[in-house]
């Protein structure tokens, strides 16, 4: 059974910098794509970046980059986001997915398992 | 970026109704577009793939058209447990994107 889990909240200084994480058990770590997506609050939903571990390939949103770091640890299986030079519009719900092969089409692999959330806080 | 706009950002309605969803793209994007389900407190749930695609598990109530710029998620009878705020997302750039939202309400 595929499962994400995630780090617990964070509470942290603008300026500074927080590191989630996500273990992925289940299923072939190497295989697929992971994403990252938070929820500000009273927010949607908004795109951070992914990561092919096998491949060790990575895609920021044009809004993080510079400031967000997406990497994998293929020993662990676990995926880590970083956000540096955190601001308080940054408070918000982190989660993690994972595609599935089930739902692989026309070239996209459509993400499917999520982590539990992980909030951080941006605060003074 | 592909922007992604959803209509109406919010709705009320009853059980029982019939809800639909559009969510229109700002350049053609083929099919490649899902509809997540999106409850406090919860990672996204996946209902609809590659458009049209029902995911394995969710009521047929669930189902999704369109290609290109326009698409369309429709809950054909609602259900108590299907409100929710709901989200489409595209895949045909390097950069996904979501739709700003749409929240179903109890009327």
């Known amino acids: 059974q595929v499962q994400l889990v995630q780090s617990g909240a964070e509470v942290k200084k603008p300026g500074s910098s927080v590191k989630v994480s996500c273990k992925s058990s289940?299923?072939?770590?190497?295989?697929?794509?992971f994403s990252w997506v938070r929820q500000a609050p009273g927010e949607g939903l908004e795109w951070m970046g992914r990561?092919?571990?096998?491949?060790?390939?990575?895609k920021d949103a044009q809004k993080f980059q510079g400031r967000v770091r997406i990497t994998a640890d293929k020993s662990t299986s676990t995926v880590y986001m970083e956000l540096r030079s955190l601001r308080f519009e940054d408070t918000a719900v982190y989660y993690c997915?994972?595609?599935?092969?089930?739902?692989?089409?026309?070239?996209?692999?459509?993400?499917?398992?999520w982590g539990q959330g992980t909030l951080v806080t941006v605060s003074s | 970026a592909i922007q992604l706009t959803q209509s109406p950002s919010s709705l009320s309605a009853s059980v029982g109704d019939r809800v639909t969803i559009t969510c229109r793209a700002s350049q053609g994007i083929s099919s490649a577009l899902a509809w997540y389900q999106h409850k406090p407190g919860k990672g996204p749930r996946l209902l609809i793939y590659?458009?049209?695609s029902l995911r394995s598990g969710v009521p047929s109530r669930f189902s999704g058209s369109g290609s290109g710029t326009d698409f369309t998620l429709t809950i054909s009878s609602l259900q108590p447990e299907d409100f929710a705020t709901y989200y489409c997302q595209q895949f045909n750039s390097d950069l996904w994107t979501f739709g700003q939202g749409t929240k179903v309400e109890i009327k």
């Open positions: 289940g299923g072939t770590f190497n295989s697929y794509t």
């Open positions: 997915a994972r595609d599935a092969p089930n739902y692989c089409t026309n070239g996209v692999c459509y993400p499917v398992d």
């Open positions: 590659d458009a049209s």
């Open positions: 990561i092919i571990p096998i491949l060790g390939m990575t």
